[in-house]
Structures are given as C-alpha cells and as structure tokens.
C-alpha cells in the first residue's frame, strides 16, 4: 500500500473517531458473516460504532491525535469499537455480547488515555454507569434535606394533631349540651 494511500486511511480513520478517547477493541474475526452483520446492526442501533482496521494505522492515528495506547492489545485481527454515552456503558454493551457470541473476543480497551486489558473491561462493564452515578449523587445531596424536614415536619404533624382532636371534642360538647 503506498504512503498517500496509508494517509488517506489514517485521516479517515482520524474524521470517524473525531474526539473519542474511550476505544474497545474486539476480534470479531471468528464470527460468521450473519452473526457480524446483526451484531454491528445492534451496536448502530445503540449510537456504538465499530471499524475493522489494519493495526498500525489505528497507532499512528492514536500516536498522532494522543488518544492513549492501545499497543497492548493490537494483536492479531482488530476492530475498534466507539462511542454509546460513556466507557461503562460501551463496556456494558460488549461484555454482554461477548458472553451472548462464545467467537466474540475483547482484547482490551483504552478509557480516558489509560490502557486496560480484558479483565479490566469486564470490570468496567460491572460498575455502575454515568447516570447510576448521577442518581446516587443527588439521591445522597437530596438526603440531609429529607431527614431535616422529616425532623420539623414529625413534631407540628403531632401538635396538629393533637389540636385537631382537642377542636373536634369541643365542637362536640358544644352540640351535645
């Protein structure tokens, strides 16, 4: 392949990734041609793009726009796999697949410009994602407010409640006599 070839691929592959840091990469290479054109479909399906790629082209891309490295798993076939709305849930998406497609292979990933291998992945796909976090955090800010209204809200509820009983027993004595 000449040299304006191989920088045409690489600008190519640069547009599509465009500010991506959070890559997977899978060996999709054992799956067969059906099984390959459902499993990409689903992943468009979710906003997941995957590329099969040449090795090192996708370095000098990474090289070049210092997405991080993925060195340590561009081996053998590759294809890179991008987007969903953040790294857990694109780790979630793959890891769910790789146990449905036994062919299926994650070869590791890099996350923010930090290189994982595929049990760190696995981890990954395990944790909660952006908006489990979101919520925990604003159920955890939302929790003093809770108990603190609770607190002033329990003793008036009683001292109503209370003057509510006292008001219907004199209204009562009022109609009996």
Do not use: Y
């Amino acid at each position: 392949m000449s040299k304006a070839v191989k920088d045409m691929m690489i600008s190519g592959i640069r547009e599509r990734l465009g500010d991506c840091r959070d890559l997977l990469v899978v060996d999709v290479s054992r799956l067969d041609a059906v099984t390959d054109n459902k499993f990409r479909l689903a992943l468009r399906e979710r906003g997941i793009q995957i590329l099969q790629v040449k090795n090192t082209l996708v370095r000098k891309v990474l090289e070049s726009t210092g997405g991080g490295s993925l060195d340590h798993c561009l081996q053998g076939p590759s294809a890179i796999v991008w987007g969903g709305e953040d790294a857990v849930a694109l780790s979630k998406e793959i890891a769910r697949w790789a146990k449905e497609l036994e062919p299926l292979q994650i070869k590791g990933a890099t996350v923010d410009g930090q290189p994982l291998n595929a049990a760190a992945v696995d981890a990954l796909s395990k944790s909660p994602g952006r908006l489990e976090l979101l919520g925990q955090i604003s159920g955890l800010l939302l929790s003093p407010g809770a108990r603190l209204s609770a607190a002033l809200l329990g003793p008036g509820g009683k001292l109503q409640g209370q003057i509510k009983t006292l008001a219907e027993g004199d209204a009562g004595s009022e109609t009996a006599a």
